[in-house]
Nanobody, 115 residues
Framework: QVQLVESGGGLVQAGGSLRLSCAAS????????MGWYRQAPGKQRELVAS???????TYADSVKGRFTISRDNYKRTLALQMNSLKPEDTAVYYC?????????WGQGTQVTVSS
């Protein structure tokens, strides 16, 4: 069984920074993709950034140049450094892990950016 636990959300002013972390446990194979998704009120969940076990990254256009995703395969952790935050970044952020086509999700952490 796979468990994902996020931390690091909170309230920040526009232009500020936050760092999200996700700790993974359970039966995790070495080849997988991890990512961060977010869901704002009334909107669909969207991909923010992803990173493969080999370190290949992808970012949504809206966060390129501001957010950085990273992972530590040994510690089984995922991080998202968010800089220059904007009010439109306000959402619940979810850690995601894909193993052999199966999606696993964390419980989510709230990020609120005030203007």
């Amino acid at each position: 069984q796979v468990q994902l636990v996020e931390s690091g959300g909170g309230l920040v002013q526009a232009g500020g920074s936050l760092r999200l972390s996700c700790a993974a446990s359970g039966s995790i194979f070495s080849v997988n993709v991890m990512g961060w998704y977010r869901q704002a009120p009334g909107k669909q969940r969207e991909l923010v950034a992803s990173i493969s076990s080999g370190g290949i990254t992808t970012y949504a256009d809206s966060v390129k140049g501001r957010f950085t995703i990273s992972r530590d395969n040994y510690k089984r952790t995922l991080a998202l450094q968010m800089n220059s935050l904007k009010p439109e970044d306000t959402a619940v952020y979810y850690c995601n892990l894909i193993i052999r086509g199966v999606n696993y999700w964390g419980q989510g952490t709230q990020v609120t950016v005030s203007s």
